[in-house]
Structures are given as C-alpha cells and as structure tokens.
C-alpha cells in the first residue's frame, strides 16, 4: 500500500528460570478483555519509501502492567511484512536496547531500525527510572529474532511447544503504562503492510497473581480489540 492509502487509514531449564521470572503463572483470567486493545500507529520514516509502524498495548489502569509478549504451539504468536522489514546495520540486537541516540547523528537511518520492545524505544539507561531492557527466549530451532535483526525479514512465527517470549521482570519500571495508557512493544518499519497475532501477558493493576493472557489479531493501522486466551487451572 502506497504511504497517501497508509494516512488516509490511519486517519480513519532457561526457559522455566525465565518464564518464573517473568511471572508466567498459569491462572483464571481476572479483567474483562474490552479493557485491553492493540494500537497500530505509524510515524514518517527517514526512507520516504518506508513506513515505520508503532505496536502498543493499550491498558485500562496507570497501574496495569505489561509483562511479556510471548507464543507457544497452543497460543500462537506471528508477525508478517510481506514486502520485508528493514532492520539496520548498526542495532545488532534484536531489541530496542542497541537503539542509543548517541548514533543516531553519524548514522541517521537507524532510526528507521525494526525492533522488539515493552515500553523503551532507546537503552533502558536512557529511559525511566527504573526501567530494566527487556529480556528474550526463543527456540533455537524456530527462532524468532531474526526478524528484528535480518534485513528484508518478511515473517516469524512462535509455535513450538518450547515458544518464544520477550518480557521484562516485574519490577521494572518500562511495563507500566506510558502517555495514553500504552505501553510500546515493537517498531516495525516496512515499505507495505504489517499483520499478525500478538500475544501479551498483563499484570492487571500490576498483580502477577491476577495474570491475564490476551491476543490481539491485526491487519494493519488502528486500534484493534483483545481477546481473553482462556487457560487451564
């Protein structure tokens, strides 16, 4: 889609250490998921011909907290840029952490990179206080950072019964909602269209006891409501 039909809609073991640091509890969903939603934005890239899309997780509290997005073979989590997404030479990683402003002078289109994110668009040194980079666990045999880190990257999937996750601990500060109640969790710039599924692990009024799973099905600009993932007791 050109960027004149993009405006015009925008205006209309280690992995059990891991999954416990982050809380991942299996528990009874606690809110109901109309207060949860997923916000698509986009602003102008340095690349005229590139579009760089802004993920976010919107929440209903200043207190609710996003702890992981993640997927498993039983909750599926995938992502696609049919036309490929650009990610820069000069942020190796696969987060927003290599993403230092102190760069972006010398080497100006890195602000154009791809990455995954809960809640900083820069090294959590540069953000709130408090704030902690978020961590990563993949399967080695179906990775999923490479599409943050792989030019041209046009899809990954999280399907395995291992998974995937990025999350952050609960004590962070960068989980907890920002300017309008959301909390950032990808950049993904592309010359057309993103779509997926997304899922999120939320901590409603920063409660891990009260663990709530939400999807979030996509196709492009706008907000998109969430789904309540029932799990088992």
């Avoid at 890239?45 to 579009?51: R, V, Y």
């Avoid at 073979?73 to 102190?102: H, Q, R, T």
């Avoid at 409603?204 to 709530?212: F, L, V």
Wanted: aromatic share 10%; glycine share 10%; hydrophobic share 40%.
């Amino acid at each position: 889609m050109d960027k004149g039909g993009i405006k015009m809609r925008l205006k209309l073991k280690f992995y059990s250490i891991a999954m416990m640091a982050m809380g991942f509890a299996v528990c009874t969903p606690y809110h109901l998921a109309a207060q949860y939603s997923l916000v698509v934005t986009y602003e102008e890239a340095l690349n005229p011909e590139l579009t760089k899309y802004l993920v976010f997780v919107k929440l209903s509290k200043v207190t609710d907290r996003v702890s992981a997005i993640y997927g498993t073979d039983k909750d599926v989590m995938w992502i696609e840029a049919p036309d490929g997404v650009f990610n820069s030479p000069f942020n190796a990683g696969w987060s927003a952490s290599g993403m230092n402003p102190l760069f972006f002078e010398a080497m100006p289109a890195m602000v154009d990179d791809s990455y995954a994110t809960i809640g900083l668009s820069m090294p959590a040194s540069g953000g709130p206080e408090g704030s902690e980079d978020p961590i990563m666990v993949e399967d080695r045999g179906n990775p999923w950072t490479t599409f943050f880190k792989e030019n041209g990257a046009s899809r990954f999937d999280i399907n395995t019964k291992m998974g995937g996750s990025w999350f952050t601990l609960k004590t962070s500060a960068n989980g907890l909602v920002g300017e309008n109640g959301l909390v950032l969790i990808a950049q993904i710039t592309t010359s057309g269209d993103i779509r997926g599924r997304i899922n999120a692990q939320i901590f409603p009024e920063g409660d891990g006891k009260k663990s709530t799973r939400v999807k979030f099905e996509f196709n492009g600009l706008g907000e998109h409501p969430g789904e309540i993932i029932t799990t088992p007791n």
